[in-house]
Nanobody, 126 residues
Framework: QVQLVESGGGLVQAGGSLRLSCTAS????????MGWFRQAPGRERELVAT?????????GDFVKGRFTISISRDAAKNTVYLQMNRLNPVDTAVYYC??????????????????WGQGTQVSVSS
């Protein structure tokens, strides 16, 4: 089992920045990728960014260079960060971190992930 704890959401004005964190503990040795997804009201969950242990980092098209995903690893836990800059109201959503513990052809889809954080609300005011 892997436990995920997210933090860092909140309310920010358009043009501002937020940094999300998600710490994974437990059976993290079998991690293949960590990623961030988001879900806005009335919309499907979509990929924000994924960072596989092997392979390239990938961002959703809407990111357009504004967000950066990074990973910190030690023997006991893995932490994934999402630095979000130049936020705008359309970025308002619940943001979820996710961990994949199986080898996949890609990590672009939520079906590739096995564990999910509780979600953190990001709200951007105009």
């Amino acid at each position: 089992q892997v436990q995920l704890v997210e933090s860092g959401g909140g309310l920010v004005q358009a043009g501002g920045s937020l940094r999300l964190s998600c710490t994974a503990s437990g059976r993290t040795a079998s991690t293949y990728a960590m990623g961030w997804f988001r879900q806005a009201p009335g919309r499907e969950r979509e990929l924000v960014a994924t960072r596989p242990w092997i392979g390239d980092t990938y961002y959703g098209d809407f990111v357009k260079g504004r967000f950066t995903i990074s990973i910190s690893r030690d023997a006991a836990k893995n932490t994934v960060y999402l630095q979000m800059n130049r936020l705008n109201p359309v970025d308002t959503a619940v943001y979820y971190c996710a961990v994949a513990t199986s080898r996949r052809e890609s990590y672009y889809h939520e079906e590739s992930y096995d564990y999910w954080g509780q979600g953190t609300q990001v709200s951007v005011s105009s």
